[in-house]
């Protein structure tokens, strides 16, 4: 028998989603996500602590936030199931979601798969992963061994600005790496880069190596103008370059932009396809909030009741 809504995407976006449809009575199932794209709970997994989620006065562990509104949603009756769905089939109805292991048919889906930050294909930085080299300055860049360090940070956008700007609270001294010499970033975000003394701006630079022992030690940069290579050493190094939404399984299925981030019909969560809605950083490049992806979660929720309402499936 069909599903009356079917969630991919287990993080705050997939969740939040969850909890409101379980309370409509909607008997929401949760496909977690397992290898793909990242990872059940999404990118607050690998994030330690979560200050500037609302209610948590003294912060909260990613895990933990994630864990708390996974028992939120099975409260309420939501079924999980932890695993990838590799394709699905919104030709025809109740759409149609797989993997090789089962089939699921549900007259309505909320796509909450998230994003995942994009990374250098460099042999040398994979072997300092975890190991000085993060994606997620927000998430580990306070960490002891980054404290009164050199630390660098490779990007030109927002991100990378605001990850330096952090970064340079707790470090001797911050790096900002950026391979043309012109920012991406807003004009006020590049204000705060330039009058922030504790930043040195690297253009025209690309990592060439990242080198140490146990943990990252150094790295070396190549001036894309002159392919001059200039050694710093550094215990950190962390890549803003942007994110890839985890849309592969159903680009030709709806609508995506240029980025593959999926097209929504705001204010509502509303795909091309009527009944299949989307919420989260799946469908944001710019805000890519917790709290900002629970909140199109709450809204997908509501909009699939209504969608399922009028369409005497609900
Ligand atoms: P962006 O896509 O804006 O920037 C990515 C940066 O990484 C660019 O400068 C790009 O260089 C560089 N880059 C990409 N690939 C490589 C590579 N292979 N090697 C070296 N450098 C690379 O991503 P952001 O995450 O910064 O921002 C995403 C969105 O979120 C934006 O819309 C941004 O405005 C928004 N945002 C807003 C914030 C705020 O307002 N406070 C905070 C954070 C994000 P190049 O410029 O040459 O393409």
């Known amino acids: 028998m069909a599903k009356k809504l079917v969630i991919i995407g287990s993080g705050p976006s997939g969740l939040t989603a969850a909890i409101y449809a379980a309370r409509a009575d909607l008997q929401p199932v949760v496909i977690e996500g397992f290898m793909k794209g990242g990872q059940p709970g999404g990118q607050l997994m690998t994030t330690t602590e979560v200050e500037n989620f609302p209610g948590f006065p003294e912060g909260i562990d990613g895990p933990e936030l994630i864990d708390r ?11 999980f199931i932890m695993e990838d769905m590799d394709t699905v089939d919104f030709s025809s109805r109740p759409f149609t979601l797989s993997n090789s292991t089962r089939t699921i048919t549900a007259h309505s889906v909320i796509i909450a798969t998230g994003a995942s930050a994009m990374v250098l294909d460099l042999p040398s930085a994979k072997k300092f992963w975890s190991k000085g080299i993060s994606a997620c300055a927000t998430c580990d860049g306070a960490l002891p061994i980054f404290r009164n360090q050199v630390i660098a940070v490779i990007g030109g956008g927002d991100s990378a600005i605001e990850e330096a700007s952090f970064l340079s609270r707790f470090a001797s001294k911050v790096l900002l790496i950026h391979r043309r010499d012109e920012f991406r970033a807003s004009k006020a975000m590049q204000k705060r880069a330039f009058e922030n003394p504790k930043i040195e701006i690297v253009f025209d630079s690309v990592l060439e190596e990242a080198y140490g022992g146990q943990f990252l030690e150094g790295i070396k940069l190549k001036n894309v103008k002159t392919s001059q290579i ?5 215990k ?21 932009d240029a980025k593959g981030y999926i097209k929504v019909k705001s204010p509502s969560t509303a795909t091309s396809v009527e009944g299949v809605f989307a919420a989260g950083d799946v469908t944001d490049p710019h805000y890519r909030q917790a709290i900002s992806a629970a909140g199109t979660g709450c809204v997908a929720a509501l909009d699939a009741e209504r969608w399922l309402q009028a369409n005497g499936l609900g």
Do not use: W
């Not at 509104?69 to 079924?79: H, L, N, P």
């Not at 994110?243 to 030709?252: A, E, Q, R």
């Open 69 to 79: 509104m996974k028992k939120q949603a099975a409260r309420f009756g939501t079924e």
């Open 230 to 234: 200039s050694d710093y050493a550094c």
């Open 236 to 256: 950190g190094l962390f890549m803003s370059i942007g994110h890839t939404p985890n849309t592969g399984f159903v680009k030709n299925a709806l609508e995506v």
